[in-house]
Every structure is written in C-alpha cells, then in structure tokens.
C-alpha cells in the first residue's frame, strides 16, 4: 500500500460488514489508506459507497468486522476509545442542526467539550468561548444564542469550533457543506483551510462532489461499493484519472468554461446501474458497468497496483500493461 511516511492515521485492511434480513451488506471491504498530520484526504464516493460507514468505524461508532486502525503509531481498533483518543479525533456532521442540542445556548455547547477534557481552567472558559467564535468569525454576541436562531452556515460554524475547542490533531468532515447554499459552503470550505493552516489538523473531507475535492483535498480517494477504486495527488487525479469508475465520475462534473471542459477526460459512460450492496458482483464490483471489462474482471477482485509513490490503482487494467512492462524490459535485457 502507498503511503505517507509520517501518517497520523492507517488504516489497513477495514472490514465492516452487516447482517439484514435480505443478507449480509459489505459496507466497507477491505479498506486501506492513510492520512499525514496537516493533510486533507478526500474520501470521496456516491452514496452507498461504504465513505461514511469507513468514517464512523475510523471514529469509533462502529466496530470493524475485521482489519485494524492505527493512530499515531498505537492500534485502536478492537479497543476501548480513551478520553485523550476521544479528543484528538473528533467529527464535524453533515447537518449540523441534528448535532446541536436545540435547548443549549452557543455558551452551554462549547462549555461541554471544555470541562470534558480540561482544555482551559474554569476560569478561562468563557475567554476560550470567545476565542473559538473569533477563530470561525461569528460575533461575540452569539455566545447567547440557541441553533434555532441562527442560519445553517452559522451552525455548522459552531459545530467547527466544537470540534476544535479540545485541541485535535484529525477531524472528519462528514458532508459539512452539502446542506449549504453556494455562497455559505465557500466561506465555510475557505475557513477550514484558514483553520488547518493555523493549527496544522488534518482533515477527511467526505463527499460525493468532485467539483468540490478539486480545492480542498491534498490527495484524494475514490470508493465504489465499499472498496477503494483509485487514490492520488488531487492534482494527478484530475489531471489523468485511470479507474475507468473515476473516468466516468470526471467526465460528468460540470464545467463553467471550454478551458475547464478541454481539461477532461472524454464523455465515459458506464453501463447499467449500482449493484445491490447485499447482491454484490464477482469480482471487480464495477465489471458490469465497465466500458472496458476484461475477462479476468468477473472472478478475480484487483489487488493494489502502485503507480508510483503516491498513487494506487484498483484495476486489472494496470496489471496488464505492468505485466507487458516487465516483459518487454525482460527481452531487452536479453
């Protein structure tokens, strides 16, 4: 697997599956990236691709079915969470009006995680109170109010200072902005890197929209029926897409210029529809859809293939062609 040298987060092998009445959903399966300190990963998918599931197992609201979890060097998963664990990874949720107690003020909500873990003498939590409000640039006069009175920007604002008021080192951005209009999720995307960039927190930004992975992501990780498709640089990702899966989600992001719309990948369609997460496909998940399916894709699940230090690709595409590689270098040799 490629990853950082210095990760903050791996994750290695992440199974979480769960039994239904109609069978057995394989909600992630068989998982595996990493995550620097200071970066952004974006985990990026349609829905039922198994990105918020990975999420909530990463955090602890779920046990995973098998794989581990390490976070700074210590393995977590299959463990009690600690309080200094708890801390340090925190979530940010899709719709912050659910994840706010509608009968506590701004005050009372930011108080919580303060007194929780001791991050300020109790004397100094209503000057930490200000501070965080300054941080994600509401008024001071908010520390009164209650989420019904505030705008959905303004909440999920709150819910960003919540976050950062322990102090941690990663925090899972769950949607953060789908619920906001076009103007309020660029300045809540441009405060989160103004935040990062002061606090050096790094970042799983999820999501299902490319055109929004484009400024926010480092590098960028793409799943389809709860496995990883493709993970890269954002700027190699956009640039020269290789899943056929990622070549079709590239080709269908709108554009706003002929410049933008030189820029990707020719119309790729695929075929059919998603599979049912309880009835999965043979093989590749995506053979039935691709455009470009081989006869090995139907029985054989494609391992990781590094294309070079900072990208993999999930394809037996690519292990064809490594394989004519290696065999065209072989007879030169000779």
Sequence with gaps: MVQEKKSLLKVNNLQKYF????????AVDDVSFAVAPGETLGLVGESGSGKTTAAFTIIGAYQPTDGSIYFQNKQISGKKRSRELKRNIQIVFQDPGSSLNPRQSVRQILTMPLKLHNVVPAAEIGNKIQELLELVELPRDFIHKHPLELGEGEKQS????RALSVNPS????????????????????????????????????????????????????????????EIAR????????????TRMLISSVPVVSEEEEALKPPHYTSQGEIPSPVNMPTGCGFHPRCPEKLDICDRQIPESLAIDNNRQVFCHLYRKDQEQKIADSTLRQE
């Design 158 to 161: 709150v819910a960003i200072a």
């Design 234 to 245: 954002a700027a190699d990702f956009f640039q020269q897409p290789l899943h056929p899966y």
């Design 19 to 26: 039994t239904t009445p109609q069978g057995i959903v394989k």
């Design 170 to 229: 990663l925090i899972v951005l769950d949607e953060p902005t789908s619920a906001l209009d076009v103007s309020m999720q660029a300045k809540i995307i441009k405060l989160l890197g103004n935040l990062q960039q002061e606090f050096n927190v790094a970042y799983i930004f999820i999501t299902h929209d490319l055109s929004l992975m484009r400024n926010v992501a480092s590098r960028v990780a793409i799943m389809y029926l709860g496995r990883i498709c």
